[in-house]
């Protein structure tokens, strides 16, 4: 049904996968093979499949997500978090297979910043491998931007700044003391920024953030709608 649908509609299929040794196992004993064998199996390969996680690889299944260009996203600080595994993603790329960077969702992550995520690909990537070069600041930059698009499949609208793509932009302030001296701006993005050092954000042009003031909603009435529902939830619980 998933894949009939995905294929007349022209739709992708989103799938977090190979998350964990025990997803695997349990997998396993249910239907007799890995779960990425079960997706080849049930023809998911044909629709535009996105995958995220994917800490649990062997070689021939980075070499079928290359043969299928099948790209994968990386969630590093969940991983670690939920103690699920690491992502091979020097290998995926050495591999051409896209790689984009996500953080999952606040309850196997908590903060959502996109620059201590990078952070922490970079570090997890080099103590994984044992190669202090694995992963460089550029290639976690790439990661969090085109990277990004490119799993999405809009990287010829967003992604990157270039002429004829929609604006999107952040500013950071690099002028601030923990950031001083700047020898390398990529690596500084990456390794001492976090998004508290951003100053305006622009989404195809229009400021939605401007130095600690949000344009687009009231931050007040937000946290009111935060605590209520935190009390809901806490009712259940």
Not at 13 to 25: N, Y
Not at 188 to 208: E, M, P, S
Request: charged share 20%.
């Amino acid at each position: 049904m998933t894949r009939t649908l995905a294929l007349s509609n022209d739709l992708p299929v989103h799938l977090h996968l190979h998350e964990s040794r025990d997803e695997l196992d349990r997998h396993f004993t249910q239907h007799g093979c890995r779960p990425m064998e079960r997706m080849k199996r049930l023809g998911m390969y044909d629709t535009q499949l996105q995958t995220v996680h994917m800490t649990q690889l062997i070689g021939h299944e980075i070499e079928d997500l290359t043969a299928t260009s099948t790209p994968v996203v990386h969630c590093p600080e969940s991983n670690m978090k939920l103690a699920s595994g690491a992502c091979p993603v020097s290998e995926l790329l050495a591999q051409d297979v896209v790689v984009a960077l996500g953080t999952d969702g606040a309850a196997s992550n908590n903060d959502l910043d996109m620059f201590q995520e990078m952070r922490t690909a970079a570090l997890l990537a080099k103590v994984t491998t044992g190669d202090p070069e694995a992963l460089s600041a550029e290639d976690a930059l790439h990661m969090a931007t085109l990277g990004g698009a490119q799993f999405l499949g809009l990287d010829k609208m967003i992604g990157s700044l270039e002429p004829g793509k929609r604006a999107d932009v952040i500013a950071v302030q690099l002028n601030d003391i923990q950031s001083q001296p700047v020898y390398h701006p990529v690596s500084q993005l990456v390794y001492a920024v976090t998004g508290h050092n951003v100053t305006h954000t622009f989404v195809d042009g229009k400021l939605v953030y401007e130095k600690g003031r949000f344009t687009q909603f009231d931050v007040d009435e937000l946290k009111a709608d935060v605590a209520t529902w935190k009390s809901k939830i806490g009712a259940l619980t």
